[in-house]
């Protein structure tokens, strides 16, 4: 890093500050490995690498990966305490320009959107609930609504022709005003294929769809972030200071904290499983309640519009996000259906 400074004198003079030094032994060779330049000091002159040993023991690593975590550690809690308690904030600091204190959105949202998807969904499926007396009342839970089965056309036709060649050959003795849409041929031939495959047993058809859409649930928010964008560049257009990168950033901070939000509610739902063996049942009441007050709030603090204007683009909004999720959820569930 180079600064420029005053000496005693008064004259102007630079300095040149070399970067965190670690622990690590410096190397007798001068040459850089990393692009071979003749290295003056500890660090190259040309790309700023540490002259060093490449061996590293446990310790030494460890060491390594704590003074990373440290440095990081510093944006981070400074960005999640702008995200968090001043929605709106971090945006309209990223915007003007104060962007060295804070984490950059798109390294944020990978960091943030990682940890959540992985500890959001870790693959755990309910399993099948165990066989009860005719006269019992069996519970309402997950496991028993996927044993019951989807209403796909799973029990039907899927099981009355046993391929989709026999399938086919029924379609084409009947006059084609009665034969299946093409919609519902293609899922009663999936579900043909389904049944071949899982042996007819709905709980596990639904135990892989369940699994599949996990997989895909993702793909799902990250195409709907810009989407989300567009509709508050849409709402907001009128605003010639913010541009469609700008809301793009916006819609990065709001998933992001929405993300952490979800995550908290997690950690607690995980606790009070673990020492009350059971939810607490007006968490989300109250997690619906956060979500909507903080992108309201971000509204409010990022776009400075009076509360009147902004509520009537915060239901707008609202309401264009449900459709847009209620779309896409769709399109992901058959999507995955079709990828079993």
Known sequence: MIRLSKAKNGSPEIRILAPNMSHLKERTAKNCLNCGTEVAGRFCQQ???????VKESF???????????????????KTLKHLLFQPGSLTKYYMEGKRATYLHPIRMYLFVSAVFFLFMFTGEVPEKPAKLPANAAQPKDIATGINEGFDLDLGNDSIQYK???????????????????????????KGIELNAKYEGDKFKIGKALIEKFEHYFSRMLYISLPIFAFFIWILYRRNKNHFFVDHIIFSIHIYCAFYIILFGVKMINFVTDYFYAKPIGFMPFLVAAILVYYLYKSLRNHFNQTRIKTLLKFFILMILTLLLMGVLLFLFFMFSFFNI
């Open 47 to 53: 790309c700023g690498q540490e002259n060093v040993e």
């Open 59 to 77: 310790f030494q690593l460890l060491i390594h990966f704590i003074e990373d975590l440290t440095h990081f550690d510093g944006k981070l809690w």
């Open 163 to 189: 391929t989709v060649e026999a399938y086919n050959a029924a379609q084409q003795k009947l006059p084609e005003l009665k034969r299946d849409t093409w919609l519902d041929a293609l899922v009663k031939k």
